[in-house]
């Protein structure tokens, strides 16, 4: 079975600073991984997602992340952090022989951007 | 492409009542998922259902809970009788499982409040 944990349940961030968010999965098979934000009352929506291609992902609004192997992780970074980025962030796992397309999801992350 | 589809978006009610919640997804789309979402227990995995068919209700909290997908465009979710310990954000979602890699596209969520 696979699993995500998400560091830090929350994260305050300057605007213009680096926004870090950290995820570590637990796979016995190769794993698709995904990021998702969710804004203030909206649902779900998909940042980036990593398939086995690149290694270096990059997604909307400026994030990107980088799936390491080594380290079983998929951190998302974004340079310079915006007022429009406070949301929480969630990393989801999910594996190739997965027929039913369940995701596991992290606990999530809440960033705060502060002027 | 609509995205997926949630009625109604709020709905107040009162203990002992029955609530009704309908998700459309999205056309070609063949899996389908139904979340909650609370401050306390986070996003949480209800049922899921592939070609129509309830793959895994493990996560249906009781027997009040139910979900039908009677075609492949259209679930409920209904709860009967409501608690106000049932209030929170369900969150429909829907994906295609059929060489892709199990991207989920979330609808906006029905916030239900249970006096």
């Known amino acids: 079975a696979q699993s995500v944990t998400q560091l830090g349940s929350h994260v305050s961030v300057s605007e213009g600073a680096l926004v870090l968010l950290r995820c570590n999965y637990s796979s016995s098979v190769p794993p698709y991984l995904f990021w998702y934000v969710q804004y203030p009352n909206q649902g779900l929506q998909l940042l980036l997602k990593?398939?086995?291609?690149?290694?270096l992902v990059k997604g909307i609004n400026g994030f990107e992340a980088e799936f390491k192997k080594s380290e079983t992780s998929f951190h998302l970074t974004k340079p310079s952090a915006h007022m429009s980025d406070a949301a929480e962030y969630f990393c989801?796992?999910?594996?190739?022989?997965?027929?039913?397309?369940?995701?596991?999801f992290g606990a999530g992350t809440q960033v705060v951007v502060t002027p | 492409d609509a995205g997926v589809i949630q009625s109604p978006r709020h709905e107040v009610t009162e203990m002992g009542q029955e609530v009704t919640l309908r998700c459309k997804p999205i056309s070609g789309h063949n899996s389908l998922f139904w979340y909650r979402q609370t401050m306390m227990r986070g996003l949480e995995l209800l049922i899921y259902f592939n070609n129509n068919v309830p793959i895994d209700d493990s996560g249906m909290p009781e027997d009040r809970f139910s979900a039908k997908m009677p075609n492949a465009s259209f679930s409920t979710l209904k709860i009967q009788p409501s608690e106000p310990r049932d209030s929170a954000v369900y969150f429909c979602?829907?994906?295609?499982?059929?060489?892709?890699?199990?991207?989920?596209?979330f609808g906006p969520g029905t916030r239900l409040t249970v006096l």
């Open positions: 990593y398939t086995s291609a690149a290694t």
């Open positions: 979602a829907s994906s295609f499982t059929g060489g892709t890699y199990n991207e989920q596209f």
């Open positions: 989801a796992v999910s594996v190739v022989t997965d027929s039913w397309g369940k995701l596991q």
